[in-house]
């Protein structure tokens, strides 16, 4: 018997729902939370139609501890789910912390006001979790989340020593629109206009944004793309848990047309995230921006195409040289088909279940504040390739 309490009715929210849904045996009883309660009651209604599962829902301002906190005490869950924004993390963290309640997150807390991606402020919570006995899985989506799994499983099974990691996270579907993103269009251009940053010989090494640039040659006819150089979040846990590494880069593919777009509203401040004062009111441009753009969740019935994200690790095995490309690909028709959203959703709120998961039954349990990498990958694997993300391994 466990309660998952869900936070965050967006497009990944949807997608955690959906998937819990279909593992009654260990998600006994659902309930979703968020801030507008309309979106939460339709992704319930969708659930029940395509499961019979009830979903219960709520609404709760996640920036409030004193609120989460009554809605836990109330409901008693197991485990809370953040699939809320990032600016979030720490107030329900915070909310755990006062109850006594697992937590599970898919993205690292970054300050309203300084886009940066850190998890300091969440590995300072360490101790404090250890002493309630309580346990926060950080990052529990695909990247971060599973690119961090595949590194776990290729330093268990296939490398003694892994020297150079490239993650590579490809989008090859199309929504048809001029501009849109596949996640929360604030987050995602807060994250894509940051300077890049890789990590080499013990020190990180900064470059302009989206300055450097390669072709990649994605495997079961997606073809080559362009790929750019960014800074991503499990960079800066997967360089202290995983041995022998001498290089870490992140890359992601982005269309001319939707690198043209984000140009442009760079050069007119659309991007800005400190506040303006427009008519005697003060707001974020980023923020009127997200108002106008499509949501994430509406993109779901549009988009056409597969995503295809993976690890490419180089290293030395029983002192051979050895380079394995891990990967997942994924239909964004698919996955509208069984839960009602696109594939980036879908490659955050599938992990994300798999991540609850393992610590409800048990699987991945310990007081304190851990990233994926720090636990076996071996039952989260066999998971993926149950639960919809099937994996592929090559040798290359
Ligand atoms: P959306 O913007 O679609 O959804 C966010 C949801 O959180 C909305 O329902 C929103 O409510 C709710 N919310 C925001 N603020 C609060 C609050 N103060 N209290 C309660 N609810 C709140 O985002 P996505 O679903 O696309 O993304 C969700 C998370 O997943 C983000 O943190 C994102 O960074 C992360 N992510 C991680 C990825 C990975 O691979 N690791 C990939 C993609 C996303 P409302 O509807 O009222 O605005």
Redesign the pocket.
Known sequence: MSHVLI????????VVVHKCAQIPEVFTRITL????VA?CEAIAQSVKARTGVQVAVEQ?????VAETVALIKRLKPDLLL???????DLPLMDACLETGVDYL???NYEPPDVAKFEYKWQWAYRERFEKAGIMALL????????TNVYCAWAQKHHFDEIHTLDIIDCNAGDHGQAFAT???????IREITQRGRYWEHGEWVETDPLSWSMSYDFPEGIGPKKCYLMYHEELESLVRNIRGLKRARFWMTFSEQYLTHLRVLENVGMTRIDPIKYQGTEIAPIQFLKAVLP???SLGPLTKGRTCIGCVLRGIKDGKEKQLYIYNICSHEEAFREVGSQA??Y??GV?AMIGAKMMLQGLWKQPGVWNMEEFDPDPFMADLNTYGLPWTVVEL
């Open positions: 936070i965050g009715a967006g497009g990944v929210g949807s939370a968020s801030r507008t979106k709760v301002d996640a920036d409030n953040n699939v809320a924004l990032p600016y979030q997150d898919t993205a990052g529990s989506g695909f990247d971060p989340g599973v596949n996640f929360n269009p604030e987050i995602n949501e994430p969740a980036i959703s490659t955050t992990p």
